[in-house]
Nanobody, 119 residues
C-alpha cells in the first residue's frame, strides 16, 4: 500500500497562486498514474488533473485548464499541482491519488489539504 501525504494548501486571495505537493511512500506499479482530485463543501469529489509516469501525458478538468499545471518528480516519488489565477470556486479539499497503468481506478489516496480562495 502506497501512503500519500499532501501539503501546500492554505488561504489565498482570488487571483493568487498556490503549489500543492504530494509525496508517495514508495514507487510501485500503482504510482504509474498520479493525480489530483478536489471536494468542495456539499459536492462530490471531482477530478482535477492527472499525469503518467513519463510525464508526457497530462489530463485536466475543463474548469482548471490554462490555470493549473500538474508535474511529477519520479526521483522523489512526488506529484505537484501549481495553481494560478485562483478563483473562489476553487475552494475545496484537494486530494492526491495514484493508480496503475491500463486502468481508470485510483487505488491510493492522501488525507487531503484544504485550499480556500477568498474573494
Amino acid at each position: 500500500q502506497v501512503q500519500l501525504v499532501e501539503s501546500g494548501g492554505g488561504l489565498v486571495q482570488a487571483g493568487g497562486s498556490l503549489r500543492l505537493s504530494c509525496a508517495a511512500s514508495k514507487r510501485s506499479a500503482n504510482t504509474y498514474r498520479m493525480g489530483w482530485f478536489r471536494q468542495a463543501p456539499g459536492k462530490e469529489r471531482a477530478f482535477v488533473a492527472s499525469i503518467i509516469l513519463s510525464g508526457v501525458s497530462t489530463t485536466y478538468a475543463d474548469s482548471v485548464k490554462g490555470r493549473f499545471t500538474i508535474s511529477r518528480d519520479n526521483a522523489k516519488n512526488a506529484v505537484y499541482l501549481q495553481m494560478n489565477s485562483l478563483k473562489p470556486e476553487d475552494t475545496a479539499v484537494y486530494y492526491c491519488a495514484t493508480g496503475p497503468p491500463g486502468s481508470s481506478t485510483w487505488v491510493s489516496w492522501g488525507q487531503g489539504t484544504q485550499v480556500t480562495v477568498s474573494s
